[in-house]
């Protein structure tokens, strides 16, 4: 059983900053990619970051400058930090990890439950 507990969700002032942050936890033996991906309010869900264990960085082009994924492999953590946030960024974020559990040979994808982000004026 794979966890992933988000946090940091919540109201933000236009043009302002949010971290997001988020703990995968459970019977994992190796986590490869971690990323957020988030649904805006009537479109499917889309992918915003990616970060490989390799440090290869992939994002959507709508965040590029304004939006920055780390991780810490040892903490099993991966964060979001948001700026420059806007009305086009108002929605829910989750958090994503390929990972490979302990007593299974595949590789699959997690995500967990989302924390809304909201943008008021």
């Known amino acids: 059983q794979v966890q992933l507990v988000e946090s940091g969700g919540g109201p933000v002032q236009l043009g302002g900053s949010l971290r997001l942050s988020c703990a995968a936890s459970?019977?994992?033996?190796?986590?490869?990619?971690m990323g957020w991906d988030r649904q805006l309010p009537g479109k499917t869900r889309e992918m915003v970051a990616r970060?490989?264990?390799?440090?290869?960085?992939r994002y959507a082009d709508s965040v590029k400058g304004r939006f920055t994924v780390s991780r810490d492999d040892a903490k099993r953590t991966v964060d979001l930090q948001m700026s420059g946030l806007n009305a086009g960024d108002i929605g829910v974020y989750y958090c994503?990890?390929?990972?490979?559990?302990?007593?299974?040979?595949?590789?699959?994808?997690?995500w967990g439950q989302g924390t809304p982000v909201t943008v008021s004026s």
């Open positions: 994503f990890t390929h990972i490979r559990m302990t007593l299974d040979p595949r590789t699959l994808g997690y």
């Open positions: 459970g019977d994992i033996a190796t986590i490869y990619d």
């Open positions: 970060l490989t264990r390799d440090g290869d960085f």
